[in-house]
């Protein structure tokens, strides 16, 4: 076992020089931890001359990055990012040529984990993505390996940091969404093209990953009903907090008879549960097992330090030779479960309106859900908006989810309401 | 790989009986993410006819413990505890005997932990004991692998539930140290005779484990330093929180240059801390590391459901042949540091001290901090207690331990003490 583990690395931009770094700086941990030394072979990127703070000049280069998956390498670590294209073109080809792959890509294993992960069995050679979810934190491996004794209820959690962050500063300043946007945009922790975080599909590509560890099902990211926190205001933020509660971007998934329950939603976690106190860039994941009951994993999300760890944590694996069915089970073995209805789920419900100040606008909600069969915990009413528009809040008392969604589409077109109603789900 | 694991039980106690359960309720599920079955195929304990709601009819028993080393079985689950007697001579005999060892047994490992490895690596056999710390949560293996690419700064946590328990129901409920054991007593939470966990010895036990994971040291269980919580009041637990502050038993392992700093202590944790929000018999994990972060794991950190999912755990991942050193190098790796003089480090310091209600106490009191070169933040006398006597509590700015302990030194025997002072660090 002190043959060198051999990398190719695909991608250098702040995850492929972390992975550099952290090679570089914990080599006799890393080496004594793996029982062999962890040597990169190539790298390959855009950009050559690039100052990334770290020497290249001791690796192979290659210009073209899926060359990387013919070199003399056992393990090809992909960073390129992007669900289809070179990554995944990178990642077939050098399952196919026998080498195991490493990758942070949630997007690509969303779209075609199950096809990688069989193909990886087939070749008897590991794929390993604990970078893809929940950047640092050991959750793959704590629900792949951590919590296989257990049947999973469900898995849920804060899995976008940027999100978080947002929602945390909204929070705790009392701004408003596109304010906050802005400035984490010029700070670097939000993306010029932000929707990817901010509409809930980044944490869609987590939970489906998630799910199929939790629940032994194929990922199946087409069935997450996925929202995300462009329409919540800061008056919502107040809202929840008046009520004990804290707004966050929650991806949830949940077997439900036959079927998977998964949705991203922004969600209001009361303040005693532990999801309510993670604040920041960070993220947590909360599994419910049947014998271990909640288990939590909190940590940091996103950053070059924490996603290379978690890199360089499969890498470890591999030179241990412990790594067996990417996704807990062999590919073959997971479960195509149906998209369960959420109409069938119970829950109690947010639903902030913005009406026109007039007669009888009160009265036409309320009927809406009496006649949906939505019984009504408390309501809450502000006084008129500068613009003349009135919040109305209303928080439910348990109950089916069909009948809210009934009561808001009695309310559909309605000249009563000024935009549409948010919706809201309260984390139990 | 469809070969099933066959498995030797030793001890039927609230966690041997959870093994069959886990093994019975989610057979099909565990099938599927081992490769293969997972057999129990005999079981010792005992007392042959109790009732433990679990079928053993279909099991071989056998009156003699030792016996199943030499059983054709895989692994012999050692569920007997104690550090030495039967449970260390199965352990010892299996391994000998070609058998993998999966234990729950802290106090075994703590002490012989690393002749069982050195054993079980010689033997080519794994040796695994998730259950052994923090019950369910998977923090074994969070260390070991999921942080494997961090120098690890510092490994802490809330490691006894039963401290825990009381800690949280005196803060919640006012009540003292002594009512609140005995009712924990009468409930079962504690023991009937207390003393591992309520003096820290378990807390230990599981923090010299978890500090030879993190830092590549072996096992030093004699070098923690450790305290338990008899002393607190629930006047400490007032003065606390009027400070901003919760009182939890916790065990902190750090690298001090070349040294190994191990200490389990009640501190002060501040509220925004996540283990300020650890309540009741929750366990809770944190892992500072160079690249990661903080990590934290918490969860269920005893009982029979927790506890039996960790040794199941441990089963799964020897069905995958998913194994390897013990302690996540080999034995031979790992160091052997010196205990750190916890006079070396800084810190913020909590005392308390019960004093005679006359003149010129305080005046030594200040003395002595002053001439040890305390500098303090905050002092905080109340009136007289009951029996005359007053308290008065002491917050130190950040400074070497050595002079705390000069302090409390040059106070030692004073007429002026109705009692020795509770020094309790803050954790930062």
Redo the contacts between chains.
């Keep these: 076992m002190s043959d060198t583990l051999r990398v190719a690395l695909a991608g250098l931009g702040t995850v492929g020089a972390?992975v550099i770094?952290?090679l570089d700086?914990?080599r006799d941990?890393?080496t004594?931890?793996?029982?062999r030394p962890i040597e990169i072979v190539a790298v390959s990127a855009r950009d050559r001359h690039k100052d990334r703070g770290v020497d290249l000049s001791r690796f192979e280069w290659l210009d073209d990055t899926a060359g990387l998956a013919a070199l003399d390498a056992d393990v090809v670590v992909e960073l390129i990012g992007g669900s289809d294209g070179p990554a995944l073109s990178l990642a077939r080809t050098a399952i196919g040529r026998g080498k195991g792959v490493v990758t942070a890509n949630k997007a690509m294993l969303a779209h075609h984990g199950l096809e990688l992960a069989s193909a990886a069995e087939a070749a008897g050679v590991p794929l390993k993505f604990?970078a893809a979810v929940a950047g640092?934190?050991?959750v793959i491996?704590?629900l792949r390996?951590?919590?296989?004794?257990?049947?999973i209820d469900r898995v849920y959690g804060i899995l976008n940091g940027t999100c978080n962050f947002i929602l945390s500063k909204m929070e705790a300043e009392g701004r408003d969404f596109a304010d906050v946007l802005a400035e984490a945009q010029a700070l670097g922790f939000a993306e010029a093209d932000p929707s990817f975080d901010i509409d809930g599909i980044d944490a869609a590509h987590k939970l489906s990953i998630l799910a199929a560890l939790a629940f032994?099902s194929q990922p199946a990211f087409a069935d997450v009903a996925c929202h995300g926190i462009r329409e919540v205001l800061a008056a919502d933020i107040a809202e929840a907090a008046a009520l004990g509660y804290r707004i966050r971007l929650v991806g949830v998934a949940e077997a439900n008879g036959g079927g998977l329950f998964q949705r991203v939603h922004p969600h209001l976690v009361p303040l005693h549960h532990?999801l309510a106190?993670v604040a920041g860039s960070t993220n947590a994941v909360v599994a419910d097992?049947?014998?271990?009951?909640?288990?939590?994993?909190?940590?940091?999300g996103a950053g070059e330090?924490?996603t290379?760890?978690?890199?360089?944590?499969d890498?470890?694996?591999i030179a241990?030779?412990?790594?067996?069915?990417p996704f807990?089970?062999?590919a073959a073995?997971l479960e195509q479960r149906p998209a369960a209805d959420s109409g069938d789920r119970r829950g109690r419900a947010y639903v902030r309106f913005t009406v026109a100040d007039r007669v009888g606008v009160l009265a036409e909600i309320a009927a809406a859900m009496r006649d949906a069969g939505v019984s009504i915990e408390s309501l809450i009413q502000r006084g008129a908006n500068p613009d003349g528009s009135v919040r109305v809040v209303i928080v439910t008392h348990d109950g089916p989810e069909r009948s809210v969604a009934q009561a808001l589409e009695r309310l559909r077109g309605s000249q009563s309401l000024a935009s549409q109603p948010l919706w809201m789900h309260i984390l139990d």
């Design positions: 972390g770094r952290v700086t914990n941990l890393i004594r931890r793996a029982g604990e640092g934190i050991p491996k704590g390996e951590g919590a296989a004794a257990n049947a032994g532990p106190h097992g049947n014998f271990v009951g909640r288990l939590l994993f909190q940590g940091a330090g924490p290379a760890s978690a890199v360089v944590a890498l470890i694996d241990r030779g412990e790594f067996g069915p807990a089970m062999p073995a």
